[in-house]
DNA sequence: ATGGTCGATCGTCGA
């Protein structure tokens, strides 16, 4: 089962990417964030015809996230518990295939720290725990694919002293993500790409649109695929598809996958 | 250096 993840900055500016990457890579389960449109505005069909199932919490312009997959979707959960004043469509999960839970995840970018938004990214992390608390007591693998906003380590950060205390890797952000790890998550890259065997350039997903960043591979990794001990335990295969930031008209991240067992 | 480049939407916000 190949699970992908990609935060395609507006799904219509980006269907042609879209399809033909699908079209190149053939997953079964597709994780999108930062669809940017409402769920009626959402290009179906085209992926439908495809073979796959879609699934879909919108929001006008900003957010958005989708489950595309080609195997069975049951038990779809459209957002995060613990606040009920929370609108933003950033959180949806699905069980596919009969046997994994998968969810599609797009933190809070967090403005700027001390923002507003940033205390509610911080918040966002304390709700992701409670809730993952709970769906790790479940039968089922799990698989949290997303844009986490977050470089977990100075290994995932081209310039990690310019970036010293700057939005997505302050201490606070990053204990965030890894309260995540410390109820039984596993990254999934970091699994087959350690921090200190890997060639850590070649792991960022993000690179800013501004001053050519992916030229100068000014990248930062910041989508990540979280896998459940059940999970990691079938983990054969993990990449990032950088070749996807390279095209023409591309979103500023390129997608995450892992292929597990079975 | 407080810029720069995108997308949604159409002046400006969010990233």
Not at 20 to 38: H, I, S
Not at 146 to 159: E, I, K, L, S
Not at 163 to 184: D, I, Y
């Amino acid at each position: 089962m190949k699970i992908a993840s990609w935060n395609i900055n507006s799904v219509r500016a980006r269907l042609d990417n879209l399809i033909a990457w699908m079209q190149e890579t053939d997953p079964d389960v597709v994780l999108l964030q930062e669809t940017k449109c409402l769920a009626e505005q959402f290009p179906r069909e085209p992926l439908e015809n495809l073979g796959y199932t879609v699934v879909v919490k919108g929001q006008k312009s900003y957010n958005g996230v989708a489950i595309l997959s080609k195997l069975t979707v049951e038990d779809v959960r459209t957002s995060l518990p613990g606040d009920e004043n929370d609108v933003e469509a950033r959180y949806l999960e699905a069980v596919v295939g009969g046997n994994t839970r998968v969810a599609s995840l797009y933190v809070p970018n967090g403005q700027e720290v001390g923002a507003e938004k940033y205390f509610y990214k911080l918040r966002f992390f304390e709700r992701l725990s409670a809730h993952f608390k709970d769906v790790l007591s479940y039968k089922e693998s799990f698989v949290v694919g997303g844009d986490y906003n977050v470089a977990p380590t100075d290994y995932d950060v081209y310039d990690p002293i310019l970036f010293k205390n700057r939005l997505s890797v302050t201490p606070q952000e990053r204990a965030g993500f890894h309260s995540l790890l410390n109820l039984g998550f596993q990254d999934a890259i970091r699994v087959l790409y350690p921090e200190d065997k890997a060639d850590n350039t070649a792991l960022y997903t993000w690179w800013d649109y501004r001053q050519a960043g992916f030229s100068k591979n000014h990248g930062l990794r910041i989508d990540h695929l979280l896998l459940s001990p059940q999970a990691g335990g079938r983990l054969f295969e993990a990449g990032i598809d950088r070749f996807v930031r390279a095209q023409v008209k591309p979103s500023d991240h390129a997608p995450v996958w892992c292929v597990l067992k079975q």
